[in-house]
């Protein structure tokens, strides 16, 4: 793979807290990668060191071969950072908006005037484009905020949590608007703690945890890494705990948990083996009131590699 | 490095823009200075010198002969008015700086050698008492050829009204004698303001309070850059962090060197409020303006929230320009006020500027002023650059 972004061993303590510790990734030309993970996983750091926003303690972070570090205004021209909150001038309108980091991109005038009018299409903000972005709403906000990033056509777009307060209508387009970024070859990465936009929208996922990249891959290869195995959930009215112990002693099951009132199975071949786990459950004196089986999905993936949830 | 200095000018202009932007800021920057310029402007009087107001009797030739003489007078301004209640009332509100009553057939009293008894009314301030001496010699200036024609009328026993004119042709003709009068213990904090316009004290005043006012108070707008996260997005972009504190730094001093021109160059045309040599008075204003950025940056790094530091900023710029002579000229202070006076760049540029308009003074008549608040400014500036920087990458 040619990586248009590689991020070596990178690591970053703020005092006696380390809020990165050793983190590899590379993504390629045109591809989405996904960095998942929970509140205070390290993405945003990350996210800060990839950016050139922090210096990292140890490690480096290269992009189109040039070295990413707070000075590095070669590599800053490649990227387009879109952060977690809104990074916008309230009291201009989204045109001075674009047009204000549209000069600190060094964007010539007539290059500069095409390239705001194409983003304020792209952002739907074409006819509100003179108005202050203090009168939009929040997903309007949302969407220049983003619109920002993209003035000067960057070959990595960053995506740092960029739905999160938003309702449900503005996310769909902003899950949409990556999509067609990422169709014309721009390459992404987009943190997120939302385990169905990353599914959606990412060709690779990086899991991270407590500083620690901790698993990667394509969804299909993060959900192999439980061994393929499905997921039955339980609910039962009685010992739960007891009926799982009950579950994890048969043969075929990997793991059998308890979760409130719900017995937890990762299993080969759900179908073949459903009869036997009522039976056990039945045999402790429970009674099944409800039967689910699925295929693991990421956070399932998460709670096996973490032992906790992905929002946790 | 191509990019840092359009990249710094980028950054200062969008900092003005959003200053101008703000309509709250428009009242305290366009409007209040005027008012209170015209304010003080009125309490301090008329231009270069004082209005007398005289209540007098209609036709008649002495009393009008008397308010020549007065109006004859540089530093004088006779206005006449009906009667006695109003000219009281007028000289209490300090409207008119004092007043001259003179009483019902004042000629025919002064040709028959009568006694006459002239009201004055004054002012309980030093310059009042500069006038009564003024309004006491003309007065003994016009009744000196009378009391001449009456010694004649005794020694030759012709008529006084006929005498009279020709006592004052004798006057006229014979040498003057000239009495040189040296002042000792002069009232130097009148003669100070002598030469000055009637709206030149407060405005140069008024210059330093809000140059400095504005760049404290508007340092809430540097709190809000950091908190929009729009410094840290600028990093992100080719922008290195020396460009983008210089271009934070270029934003606070067009917003102080803003309110400065608006303040010398509104006052200079509608009230003619002369502010001396060009070049010196330039100079000071743009080290006065470094120095209030640079004040403003510091409050900006200081503060997290943008109404405590509005809210301190103008405490602290208040406060600075009572202390500093921005408010009430330093030379009505006491002694020990003055040296604290010195402690603010208020005091340094009020002393400069009163150099600059009263005594037409240069450069090298101000220049350890100007060397003061230069160093002021150097460490602030230095001080502002260290906090803003921390703040914005801690």
Known sequence: MDALLRCEGLERSFGRVQAVAGVSLAVAEGETYGLLGPNGAGKTTSISMIAGLLEPDAGQVVILGDRMT???????????????????????????????????????????????????????????????????????????????????????????????????????????????????????????????????????????????????????????????????????????????????????????????????????????HLPALLEAVAATGASVAGVEVKEPDLEDVFLHLTGHALRD | MTRALPNVLTITRVELLRFLRDRGNLFFVLILPLALIVFIGLQFGGAGG????????????????????????????????????????????????????????????????????????????????????????????????????????????????????????????????????????????????????????????????????????????????????????????????????????GGRFAIAAFQAVYIVAVTAVAFGVDWGDPLTTTLLILIYSILSAAAGMVLGSLFRNDSQATGAGIGIGLVFAALGGSMMALEFFPEGMRRVAMLTPHGWANTAMAEIVRRDGTITDVAIELGVLAAMAVGLLVLATWLLRRAITR
């Open chain 1, 70 to 272: 707070p000075r590095a205004t070669a590599a800053k021209r490649h990227v387009g950072l879109v952060p977690q909150d809104l990074a916008i001038y309230p009291d201009l309108t989204a045109r001075e908006n674009l047009a204000f980091f549209a000069r600190l991109y060094g964007l010539e005038r007539a290059r500069r005037d095409r390239r705001i009018d194409e983003v304020l299409e792209v952002i739907g903000l074409s006819e509100r484009a003179g108005d202050r972005a203090s009168t939009y709403s929040g997903g309007m906000k949302r969407r220049l905020n983003i619109g920002i990033g993209l003035l000067h056509a960057p070959r990595l777009l960053i995506l740092d949590e960029p739905t999160v307060g938003v309702d449900p209508q503005s996310r769909n387009a902003i899950l949409e608007s990556v999509e067609n970024l990422a169709s014309v070859g721009m390459a992404v990465l987009y943190t997120t703690h939302y385990m169905e936009e990353a599914e959606r929208l990412c060709d690779r996922i990086g899991i991270i945890d407590q500083g620690t990249l901790i698993a990667e891959g394509t969804r299909r290869e993060l959900v192999a890494t439980i061994a393929e195995q499905d997921l039955v959930r339980l609910k039962v009215v009685g010992d739960a705990a007891g009926a799982a112990d009950a579950c994890q002693a048969l043969p075929g099951v990997g793991s059998a948990d308890a979760e409130d009132d719900t017995v937890v199975c990762l299993l080969d071949e759900a179908a073949s």
């Open chain 2, 50 to 249: 004082y209005e007398v107001g005289v209540v007098a009797p209609d036709d008649d030739p002495a009393a009008a002969e008397l308010i020549d003489r007065l109006d004859a007078s540089d530093s004088l301004t006779v206005v006449a008015l009906a009667d006695e209640e109003g000219l009281t009332s007028q000289v209490s509100r300090g409207v008119l700086s004092a007043g001259l009553v003179l009483p019902e057939d004042y000629a025919a009293a002064l040709a028959a050698a009568e006694p006459i008894r002239i009201g004055y009314l004054g002012r309980p301030d030093p310059g009042s008492r500069s006038l009564r001496t003024v309004v006491e010699a003309a007065v003994a200036d016009q009744s000196a050829a009378s009391e001449a024609a009456h010694l004649a009328t005794t020694a030759v026993g012709r008529p006084a009204a006929e005498l009279i004119p020709v006592a004052e042709q004798v006057r006229a003709d014979l040498p003057q004698v000239t009495v040189v009068t040296d002042t000792v213990g002069r009232d130097e904090v009148m003669a100070e303001f002598a030469a000055l316009g009637q709206f030149d004290l407060g405005a140069s005043g008024q210059l330093f309070l809000f140059v400095f006012l504005t760049s404290l108070a508007g340092s809430g707008a540097l709190i809000r850059t950091r908190q929009y996260g729009v410094a840290a997005r600028m990093l992100s972009t080719p922008t290195r962090l020396p460009v983008l504190l210089a271009g934070l730094a």
